[in-house]
Structure formats: structure tokens, C-alpha cells
């Protein structure tokens, strides 16, 4: 058997789908269920699994609304919209 695992079956580990990895195994080499498993599970191990930066780690999805960067950015527009108002009521002499 060669070492290499296809790449959906990687992306089904990656994605904690082990069930689904097996079956790619079987179909792509056409193996029995139980060669398709130990095969799958001598590779567990070493794939990494997929980390989506949009959850926390408790699996909560975060809000792509808001955040540090857009608070400032509200912040720094309205105080320049205060100045051009104040410049605009008190012109100078």
C-alpha cells in the first residue's frame, strides 16, 4: 500500500470527519472497511487538524461585526466630525 493518504481524505481529517476519510480511502483504492480504517488512523496523528480562526476555542462563533478596529475607526470619525462642525459654528474672526 502506498504511504501517501489522498487529499480528501486529509481535508476529512482535518475537518475531525474520520468516518468520511475512510471512505474516500475505500473508494479511491478499493479496499476493505477494516485495511481502510487502520490505514486512516496510521495518519491521525500527524494531520493537523483545521482550525477556523472565526471560532473561539469553545467552538462559539465570533462576530465579524465590530471589534477593536472599528471602534476606533467610529471613535476617530466623529471626533473629526466634531471639529469640522465646531470650525464650520465658530469661523474665525
Known sequence: M???LEPEAIDALRRNRK???I???REKRG???????EFVESFEGKVK???????NTLGIERSSKGGPAK???VVIILIVGGFLAF???NPPS
Not at 479496499?31 to 480504517?37: N, T
Open 31 to 37: 479496499i476493505g472497511l477494516k485495511e481502510a480504517k
Open 19 to 21: 468516518i468520511e476519510a
Open 87 to 89: 470650525q464650520m459654528l
Open 49 to 55: 487538524p483545521d482550525v477556523n480562526p472565526s471560532q
Open 2 to 4: 502506498d504511504d501517501f
Open 71 to 73: 471602534i476606533i475607526a
Open 23 to 25: 471512505k474516500i480511502v
